[in-house]
């Protein structure tokens, strides 16, 4: 398992690396290649895998979790009465996969990567866990679920971790697209 500085060197040698090639890349890398195998060895490796492995006590309400991730900003109406769920009150260990994307992508580019890699989407309920978890990674992705609520009424109702200045717990559209550079997409490892 890697330390958060080990992780942080990686993802700091994938910026510099990302930065000194075309900003697209896919099938698009073969042109300046003239290797196809290459183009999609970049993109895997671009798509990193950043893994973080939790023990996460499904016990506590929603309203107990986001007052843990003593976040500067919650947005109104992200609380228990729209948020919680059911589940299991259980202590349990969870691997979070966070993944960025070499290329902007619509939510089902992300649901065919995870079906793929046999990832299921966070909920929303451990999406504030992991930002509690891990506030450092807040601060260079926004990180979002896309667990829609369909208790609201309306297309804002994924939750995601941001940072403008500040550590925020927003809303955000199911239904986007989102830039690379940016934007980061968390699931759990299936066992």
Known sequence: METPEETKQFEDFVAAIK?????FLGPEMEKYTNDPELGQKLEDFFN??????NIIDYGLSFDQVVALGNYDQVEEGINSANYETKRKAEKKEVIFKLSLFPKKVGVEDVFSYFKEKNIRL???YELIWFGYLHPELQKR???HSLDQNKKLNNSRN??????YESRMLVKNFFNNEYRQDKN???GVMEK
């Open 19 to 23: 930065n000194a090639l075309p900003r």
């Open 48 to 53: 990193h895998e950043m893994y973080y492995r």
């Open 122 to 124: 966070v909920s929303n």
């Open 141 to 143: 992705f926004m990180i």
């Open 158 to 163: 994924c939750l995601s971790l941001s940072y």
């Open 184 to 186: 980061a997409f968390l």
